[in-house]
């Protein structure tokens, strides 16, 4: 992995990395869906900095829509929508543009070889699937393929879309508080949190019904900040049981990543350097 910088554009941070004499190199900083594309230009430039190497390629994970791999169709982080990998590298060294999640495809696909059909969900601010399936990865017409938060769901309130009932910054928005905030009322087992973290679990359990009814997968793997909130992937798999026809559910092997934190990072490293064609 020498020579090559993953780095992991995200909504609420962004990490980026490399890989030297098998030690990671790497450093991380706050962003916000409001973050300058200037800013997050400065971070890298200051990244690239501290390496002891002059770049071969870099991978950036984009959270939104990413048209091929060269531009930024749609982000909710709305300075990135239209921007191009130029900004970036100003001819310095190539760099490739993919959509998070598929990134983070990428990554676990070494890490399940054996797995026929491969779907990898991130449950962070928001919620999005990436699908692997017999040696080819599910994109869609214009590679937009994914966007498992945007799905409509049914609630007691009415239709709404996933990612505001089970998407990170859905349930800040329901706690009316920060994430460390709702991290210490979860410790604390705050009655109001914990059913509101029961209830984000729930409905992502009924998507994790939808997914492996749709796409019959042998494993899943869950990564993202919001699934390691206390109660949401019980609450989720319990479910998901519940409504599974239970031969579909019983094949599939539902797990973690092996490196949660630098998942998406080191699949956009994987990206560039292997030169994949998605």
């Given at each position: 992995m020498s020579n090559y910088v993953g780095v992991d554009i995200g909504c609420t941070k962004m990490y980026f990395c490399a890989v030297v004499d098998n030690h990671y190199i790497e450093k991380r900083?706050?962003?916000g869906l409001d973050c300058p594309k200037e800013r997050i230009k400065e971070e890298l430039e200051a990244f690239l900095k501290e390496l002891p190497?002059?770049?071969e390629?870099?991978?950036m994970a984009i959270p939104g829509l990413v048209k091929g791999d060269y531009m930024v169709e749609?982000?909710?982080m709305s300075d990135l929508t239209g921007v191009t990998v130029d900004y970036f590298s100003e001819g310095r060294f190539p760099i490739r543009f993919i959509n998070d999640v598929k990134a983070a495809t990428v990554c676990e696909i070494s890490n399940h070889p054996d797995s026929d059909t491969l779907a990898v969900i991130m449950a962070g601010s928001g919620l999005a699937i990436g699908v692997y399936s017999k040696g080819k990865m599910i994109t869609g017409a214009h590679g937009f393929a994914g966007e498992l938060g945007y799905c409509v769901i049914q609630t007691e309130d009415g239709p709404t879309v996933l990612d505001d009932v089970s998407g990170g910054m859905g349930i800040l928005r329901l706690a009316q508080c920060d994430a460390?905030?709702?991290l210490s009322r979860l410790e604390n087992n705050d009655p109001s949190a914990t059913a509101l973290i029961a209830k984000a679990g729930h409905y992502f359990g009924l998507a994790l019904t939808n997914i492996i009814h749709l796409f019959n997968p042998d494993t899943i793997v869950i990564g993202g900040s919001t699934s390691t909130y206390t109660g949401y992937l019980e609450h989720a798999l319990s479910t998901a049981s519940q409504y599974t026809l239970k031969?579909?559910?019983?094949a599939c092997t539902i797990t973690t990543p092996k490196d949660?934190?630098?998942?998406?990072?080191?699949?956009?490293l994987e990206y560039i350097k292997s030169g994949l064609i998605l």
């Open positions: 900083a706050l962003t190497f002059t770049p390629g870099i991978g749609l982000s909710d460390p905030t709702l031969d579909m559910y019983t949660l934190k630098r998942i998406v990072a080191l699949g956009a």
